[in-house]
């Protein structure tokens, strides 16, 4: 039946447009998800960093007193 062809075609087509949407939407989130970690990773290098350069001037301190 030609009716029944166009249902199935109309319904093939809006599978579609979801199935993409749903990809578009995954991809966001699994990209959001990498900044966060990215940033994370910055973060640790920052806190890192930063206590080095606390026990570098507790040594220069010891050796002044």
């Known amino acids: ?3 029944n062809a166009r249902r ?3 319904a093939e087509k809006v ?3 979801l199935n993409e949407a749903k990809d578009r939407h995954a991809e966001k989130h699994h990209d959001r998800h990498r ?3 990215d940033d994370m990773a910055g973060k640790g290098e920052a806190v890192r ?3 080095q350069q606390i ?3 507790d040594e220069h301190k010891q050796r002044e007193h």
Do not use: F, I, L, P
């Open 49 to 51: 960093d930063h206590a």
């Open 35 to 37: 900044e966060g970690h």
């Open 8 to 10: 199935y075609e109309k």
């Open 55 to 57: 026990t570098k001037q």
């Open 15 to 17: 599978h579609s447009v």
């Open 1 to 3: 039946d030609h009716r």
